[in-house]
């Protein structure tokens, strides 16, 4: 078996597992900083692995154009060059080639687009994408996809869908299975409920280490998503991990879990700790609001992790002073408070009390 | 005795000493990372300690703008705000404000000036600059002076140096002694060494617990500079702390540990690490140079301290890619080799080999 998988327990729908890898293992559910192009965002990877974080995802997109796949496998592969030797799970581009808009032109055979970074054309094919993460050594492969715009008619959903899963199945020929990696296919069909049932059995007739849920997160708003994932987790397999890519905020993610999802990644802890936004057991709160410049208490004493005991004013502080040390803290902080909410989490759904682990961030974030 | 200095051991003119402060030793001769607004740009606290510095530069000027020298105090002081526990020398500000051009107004008061965040007036006098260090709970203050401009004619910078001694007396005379705090007079006299003596005779007069050298390294160069030092040292009493301020390279800080210097700071390790220059045991780079694209090599071996692992492939990238990692462990590598040349001096004036030290350094730098 490329990846194992093993759930411990249930609570409800909620799940608590463990994904094996060549570099180690997964506790899930899971949540995966984002280390775009070969760094989470201010972080050592050391800062990362303190806050308890397990796996990383890194962005095929950033990586083919700069360093460029070739050069990271000549120097090692991904854990190597960043020093990060724990899992990586790779996205396959077509998330952030999709979102070029006129730089680039969609067919069956690919994507063709122009870099971001100086103009030149790349092709983004179902198999390049996959040799690509091979080159990177990527633990967890994704499927080249088509993500669905939102919203879709079910006409472009259909079609849509259905050149993705070609694509899934170009992905899987093209993929070469070694132990301790996999290769994940991902559903589509945006809103609508037998697309994603087709899009499942699809992929599930292929056959893949672990199943995405995609075309969420893109602006429909937390209760059309939930809406469509309590039909869309079920379709999946249940002895299979299940991740629903770029999500989210805390009761995003709470609700998700609660549904039966069992991997997630998201840019918000870093994107909004650069900014001054810290996620925190008190609820989201913006360190350069006024109230924070004499206040010295820790950030957030609940969240163990260093980042989290400095003071308020003096995070504050940093931030007006345009220091760089602010966005890294914060960063750090959010996290480790996401880390941590993923631990309280598994444990919860160990120890069958789930549901106060909701009641709390819900009292919290709402 | 405020602050006590023992000396252990000389070769030749460089001193192997210990600064007793109410926060902890100084290990001379020490070079100071400068922490300007509360931080060492980049670098948290831990990483600032991991490298092996004993102590802290802060900048009064910018710190009593923001967050004020009032609300440090009143957040447990700069220790406290920014949990660095370990000694901190403050400078007076004196050395931003003259650089303020036409923002200041000289007087024999002080310095009227207007704040470069807000356009909002202050007046630095020579108390006010003792007063704001005490708030600060500064291990060593350092007494207002005039930095006298470079090139000064004979009149001018005896005029210059002569308010400069006033400034002193009236500082010591605003100092509030406390056990393992002091205050530094500093040397002026541009490059004319009666001045020079004549400063030192005033300053020993009035008596202090350390003497620094200013009005140096303000675009004289290095060979005056070593010129200047040559007789301005020896005017210092033997067996006080000697401080030149500002400095420096690791050639200028080499030449004036030979000279009989104990202390120093400069902003060259930060400042060059976030643009992508390191100083290494090979010499100057710009990690941004092509050939660095595809060097495995560790930054610098002969380093330790985790910063200088990570391959020259790598932090090429950061840098290439603009983001914050880069600076960060540049930064912390730059200050990490000037701990550890500055431990090398240590070591080899207590072994009286300090001139094998010396030809290294010459060799990788010159």
Redesign the interface.
């Known amino acids: 078996m490329p990846l194992n998988f093993t759930l411990h327990a249930h609570d409800g729908l909620a799940r608590r597992g463990t994904l094996s890898t060549a570099h180690g293992d997964i506790r899930t559910p899971a949540f995966m900083p984002v280390g775009t192009?070969?760094?989470v965002?201010?972080?050592?990877p050391?800062m990362v692995a303190d806050t308890g974080a397990d796996v990383l995802l890194g962005n095929t997109y950033?990586l083919m154009l700069?360093?460029t796949a070739e050069?990271v496998q000549?120097?090692?592969g991904l854990h190597q060059?960043?020093?990060w030797h724990k899992p990586i799970l790779t996205d396959s581009g077509g998330f952030q080639v999709m979102s070029l808009g006129d730089l680039r032109k969609i067919s069956e055979h690919g994507v063709e687009f122009k870099s971001h970074i100086d103009g030149s054309k790349h092709m983004l094919t179902p198999e390049r994408a996959t040799e690509i993460q091979y080159m990177l050594d990527s633990n967890i492969t994704m499927v080249l996809d088509e993500c669905t715009a939102y919203p879709a008619t079910y006409a472009q959903a259909q079609s849509s869908m259905e050149r993705s899963m070609r694509w899934a199945q170009r992905c899987k020929d093209a993929f070469i299975a070694r132990d301790g990696y996999g290769l994940f296919g991902i559903q589509q069909g945006s809103m609508y409920r037998d697309l994603r049932a087709a899009s499942s059995e699809c992929l599930q007739s292929i056959g893949f280490d672990g199943y995405a849920i995609g075309g969420l997160a893109v602006g429909e708003g937390q209760e059309v998503m939930f809406g469509v994932l309590d039909d869309a987790v079920g379709m999946l397999p249940t002895e299979r991990p299940r991740y629903l890519m770029g999500v989210g905020k805390p009761l995003d993610i709470i609700g998700a879990v609660m549904r039966g999802v069992d991997m997630f990644d998201c840019v918000i802890p870093t994107r909004s700790g650069r900014f001054g936004r810290a996620y925190t057991s008190y609820g989201e709160i913006n360190i350069l609001n006024a109230r924070f410049?004499?206040d010295?208490q820790p950030l957030d004493a609940a969240v163990s992790g260093?980042a989290s005991?400095?003071?308020r004013?003096?995070l504050h502080?940093?931030f007006?002073?345009k220091?760089?040390?602010g966005?890294?803290?914060l960063s750090w902080h959010n996290v480790a408070f996401y880390q941590q909410m993923m631990h309280e989490i598994r444990h919860s759904i160990e120890q069958g009390t789930f549901h106060e682990v909701v009641a709390r961030y819900q009292m919290a974030y709402i």
């Open positions: 192009a070969a760094t965002k201010g972080l050592t050391e950033h700069r360093p050069r000549r120097l090692g060059f960043m020093q410049a004499d010295d260093r005991q400095f003071s004013a003096y502080h940093l007006k002073a220091e760089m040390l966005p890294i803290l």
